[in-house]
């Protein structure tokens, strides 16, 4: 089948990392631009491949390109409904190339190539010619189909703004239903060769954390792969309607998880939050000094208010990692009626880039618009909470009451050694909550031990010296 193609074409790729030591050029991602979009045609001249700007073999090694990957399909019981699904699986079928990386989807796709790959004469024609055989393996709906690869700036740039319209045109299209409309939900294992214990459940409520696949996605998809990696989960008890939790949700999580998630809220960071995958667009987490949450999303460069960048924070909790006080989303979720409504919603958020702001604007409660600082308004704790001070915040009567009605709860130190204790002289702001926890035990190796118990502790500063 693939006799042409100079590199291995196989499943058992996927998962394939390519490192920056192996990496001969690296398309889209974050220092480029890209895209990929499936749409259905008329007209299809079959098996036409095409290459629109440099091919592998005209560029050198360290370079970044622009990359857009349209595929155009044709077919007697093909249905607009089904693009989205099918285009998602171009993440999977391009990672069954040995020496080619795909990571992410729709307008955050990133892929590598490695060094051996250009070595054995692989070009981004047999790449287009690899996923023209593939889809058509896949999905016997699809009779005729074409594939263009482009890396010409210009045109990517054309590309990838043609696409976002698209994506667009999807997303609205979910917004009409939600969660309590429908009986059934759905799961997607796709990012399981990545993420062996995350599974995705997509709701009309909260589309998939990659953001390319909603409810109606998952629907056509399911029907037209019954065996395939997106399936039915029916709701069963509703157990608690505002975090947003079922019973068989979580039997089926438990299930397709390898036993490692039996539970999961839907709208919530804490205690049990969604699992994350590594194609999220954006990751909500808990700031504790300011009690609230922020969201940052893989485009944003600087560093969050907890003093890392998005890389490191995905990083944390990537993986199908269950972490609370975080957890992977889309943008499009930000704009659903549900948006973490266990937590607060929006009047939980304390900070945000500005360029996700402006993408959600109306989405935000009128009231709330001013009063969410972006990185603009600080990138400091301090800053950000005298903004919030300034434009009176919920957060911040949240927290005075908080501090008010939470009575002094017992701090015991349990002797044990009188080795050398050290010094540790953390930063915080003034009054700020610096631990919460049912319970929290800080280790040591000698000296004390200190166990929280039902504790919330504000300190300005905080000493421990030895005796």
């Excluded at 622009?66 to 099918?86: F, N, R, S, T, Y």
């Excluded at 319209?165 to 299209?173: G, L």
């Excluded at 927290?399 to 050398?420: G, H």
């Amino acid at each position: 089948m693939f006799e042409d193609i100079p590199v291995d074409v196989s499943p058992m790729y996927e998962g394939e990392r390519i490192r920056a030591a192996n990496m001969f050029v690296e398309l889209a991602g974050p220092k480029s631009m890209g895209a990929e979009l499936v749409q259905v045609e008329e007209n299809v001249e079959d098996g036409k491949i095409e290459v629109i700007g440099s091919e592998l073999d005209a560029m050198q090694e360290g370079d970044v390109h622009p990359l857009g990957i349209l595929i155009e399909i044709q077919g007697e019981h093909l249905e607009k409904e089904l693009e989205g699904v099918i285009e998602r699986r171009t993440h999977e079928l391009c990672n069954y190339v040995k020496g080619f990386m795909h990571l992410n989807q729709r307008d955050a796709i990133w892929c590598r190539v490695s060094k051996e790959a250009l070595e054995a004469g692989f070009k981004l024609e047999h790449l287009a010619k690899t996923l023209s055989t593939l889809f058509k393996e896949e999905f016997p709906l699809i009779e005729s189909i074409a594939v263009t690869i482009l890396t010409e700036p210009a045109m990517v740039e054309e590309f990838v703004s043609r696409a976002k319209e698209e994506y667009q045109t999807r997303d609205a299209r979910a917004r009409e239903l939600s969660d309590e409309d429908v009986d059934v939900f759905y799961g997607c294992v796709m990012c399981q060769s990545f993420a062996p214990t995350h599974v995705c459940v997509v709701t009309p409520d909260r589309t998939a954390l990659c953001g390319a696949i909603n409810w109606f996605d998952c629907r056509a998809a399911a029907k037209m792969d019954p065996e395939g990696p997106i399936f039915e989960v029916e709701k069963g008890e509703v157990i608690d309607d505002v975090k947003g939790e079922y019973s068989n949700v979580n039997s089926v999580l438990m299930e397709r998880s390898q036993g490692t998630v039996d539970k999961v809220y839907l709208h919530s960071v804490f205690e049990y939050p969604h699992t994350s995958c590594g194609c999220f667009e954006a990751v909500a987490f808990y700031i504790p000094e300011l009690d609230g949450i922020g969201i940052v999303d893989r485009d944003f460069r600087g560093e969050t208010p907890l003093g890392i960048p998005f890389s490191a924070m995905a990083g944390q909790c990537s993986g199908g990692k269950q972490v609370e006080g975080f957890t992977g989303l889309s943008l499009e979720y930000m704009r659903s009626p549900k948006f973490l409504q266990a937590d607060g919603g929006f009047e939980r958020i304390v900070w945000l880039p500005k360029e996700i702001k402006d993408s959600v604007e109306e989405y935000i409660p009128e009231d709330m618009m001013d009063k969410i600082p972006t990185e603009e308004d600080g990138s400091t704790l301090k800053e950000i909470r005298s903004f919030l001070e300034e434009k009176g915040h919920p957060i911040i009567e949240r927290m005075e009451t908080t501090s008010t009605e939470t009575p002094e709860e017992e701090i015991t130190f349990e002797e044990e050694t009188s080795e050398e204790w050290g010094e540790m002289e953390p930063e915080v702001m003034q009054m700020a909550p610096v631990a919460y926890a049912p319970e929290l035990t800080m280790p040591s190796s000698g000296g004390v031990k200190i166990i929280f118990k039902n504790a919330k502790v504000y300190a300005e500063k905080v000493i421990i010296k030895k005796k």
